[in-house]
């Protein structure tokens, strides 16, 4: 097996991400613009979308990390407008697009047109997520988008199942169509509440964080193995077991948090990368596969299938969003009002990614009689053309058209405000508590230690309240940013020390390597106070 090829993927992808955080460019459209251009490059690997990899082995990770990243009460606030764009939406695109794809273009029957419809329906969830981050859109959309492009996949999955049986001959009907997704999307859902318990017990009792952290890998593909085994999501399977451990992660013990969040930053950044630069590097195997279509004439294909897309998903959105609170006093009333800004952002935000490319090369070479399945070269352009285009256009102009928008960002003063009184309260329990241990006789500390505990949560109380005070005109610092720039310096002085110490001999570097741990977790715990103040 020569890795050559996957090597040259990982690290040319992991160089173009890094490079993308200096430019405002978004790594995702970066990533496929490389990808693009590497097509041709002589001497550069095919690098063809194999199915039977990326859905059981790239899909569940970057699922898995999406959900940890999500807020499960969140999710639940919001489960009505998710479930419309995550479902209906999906759904309805399935046979709008398909609808157009089968009047627009001549080879396509509409069996086989349903199938496009399927393909291009579900906004992918790591260009959504991925987006969404760098834009620092309003919480509430931002929620709404990755919910639906967590749970849309499995609905899109499900629905291309169903037009591709007819497509290929198997025979589909209404009644089928509707068991089939009702048992992937309650079988999944299903398999996810049977493993998440087990699976969260497992991992509050194992004690070595090296053990929790491999499981903590194992999980997502576990979760999707076990649902696709038994005909449910595995989509929705791994959904429901990432929320439910996101949820809970408090109860993990601190070392598997910071270890688990590490590991997943570097799979999550990898396969992202990875990704992206194989949307691109589709572009040679799609082109070569057209075969007698004219340039203009699938360019003209590719234009009315993109179109149809875009325009399919603004004529759901805004309806979604104004019939049930016009129609439902109930929903008026639970939910926040909004203007016509938040539906254009969502309804802009539909970026295909690369389930849709899977999807589509998982379609086979022949129907049931043997014949060549209807037209799926030109199905595997038109998708790849629509994922190219929903990427570039949509997002190159979706951040000038959040910013033209001028949709409200979050008060800065009042997060900080809500995070100081939340550490007060936190710190009141914990010093009542330490006043309770401490006059216990067998936790007698001297007076210089207890003291110490005293003040560090006097230390931790202040500063939040600290970084909502003045600022030293001369250093543009608060005073709790100051003594976290001290604290790192300190830090910083001993560990020279340690290294002198250890290449003077004087000690070795089992020792030295014990030192610099317990430096580290305290600078790791400096710096995640620095990022918790926007640092």
């Known amino acids: 097996m020569d890795v050559m090829p996957l090597l040259i993927l990982v690290a040319g992808g992991a160089a173009v991400a890094g490079a993308a955080r200096r430019t405002p460019v978004p790594a995702p459209l970066l990533l496929v613009a490389a990808g693009l251009l590497a097509s041709y490059v002589p001497g550069v690997p095919d690098y063809t979308l194999d199915p039977h990899i990326v859905l059981p082995l790239l899909l569940p990770p970057l699922l898995h990390t999406a959900a940890l990243d999500s807020s499960y009460l969140d999710l639940r606030a919001n489960m009505r407008p998710v479930a419309l764009l995550s479902v209906g939406y999906v759904l309805f695109a399935t046979l709008a697009v398909g609808y157009v794809a089968h009047r627009v273009v001549p080879d396509l029957s509409a069996p086989a047109a349903l199938v496009l419809g399927a393909v291009v329906a579900p906004p992918d969830a790591v260009a959504a997520t991925a987006i969404a981050r760098r834009l620092g859109l309003p919480s509430r959309i931002t929620t709404i988008l990755q919910g639906e492009s967590l749970v849309n996949d499995a609905t899109a999955i499900t629905a291309y199942r169903v037009a591709l049986a007819a497509a290929v001959g198997a025979g589909a009907t209404w009644a089928t169509g509707i068991r089939e997704f009702a048992v992937a999307s309650l079988g999944g859902i299903g398999v996810g509440l049977v493993l998440m318990v087990p699976i969260h017990w497992l991992r509050t009792h194992l004690r070595e964080p090296l053990l929790q952290n491999t499981l903590s890998l194992l999980i997502p593909f576990a979760a999707y193995a076990a649902a696709e085994q038994v005909g449910a999501s595995g989509v929705l399977a791994v959904v429901v077991v990432a929320l439910y451990l996101g949820h809970r992660s408090w109860q993990v013990d601190f070392a598997t948090r910071l270890q688990e969040e590490a590991v997943w930053k570097v799979v999550a950044f990898v396969l992202e990368s990875a990704v992206f630069a194989l949307i691109g590097l589709q572009l040679r195997v799609v082109v070569s596969g057209l075969g007698s279509y004219g340039p203009g004439e699938v360019a003209g294909y590719a234009v009315a299938v993109f179109l149809a897309v875009v325009v399919v998903r603004f004529v759901w959105v805004f309806p979604a969003t104004f019939l049930p609170r016009l129609l439902s006093a109930r929903i008026r009333e639970r939910e926040p009002d909004t203007t016509w800004k938040a539906p254009v952002v969502v309804g802009w935000a539909g970026m295909r990614g690369v389930v849709s490319l899977a999807i589509a090369f998982s379609i086979p070479a022949t129907t049931h009689d043997g014949a060549p399945f209807p037209a799926r ?11 190219i285009g929903t990427l570039v256009v949509q997002g190159l102009t979706l951040p000038p058209l959040i910013r033209r928008l001028r949709l409200p960002e979050p008060d800065a003063g009042a997060v900080t405000l809500a995070e100081a009184q939340a550490q007060s309260e936190a710190s009141a329990a914990a010093e009542a508590r330490l006043e309770e241990l401490l006059a216990d006789e067998r936790n007698a500390l001297p007076s210089p230690l207890a003291d110490r505990l005293r003040a560090v949560l006097e230390r931790r109380r202040n500063a939040v309240w600290e970084r909502l005070g003045t600022v ?27 290294v002198a110490l250890r290449d003077a001999r004087r000690i070795d570097d089992e020792m030295l390597r014990t030192l610099l741990r317990r430096l580290d977790l305290e600078e790791a715990a400096a710096y995640r106070e620095e990022g918790g103040a926007g640092g």
Do not use: M, Q
């Open 377 to 387: 070269n030109l199905i595997l352009f038109l998708t790849f053309t629509t994922v």
């Open 472 to 498: 030293d005109e001369r250093t543009g610092e608060s005073v709790d940013d100051t003594y976290r720039r001290l604290s790192r310096e300190v830090i910083g002085a001993e560990r020279e020390v340690f």
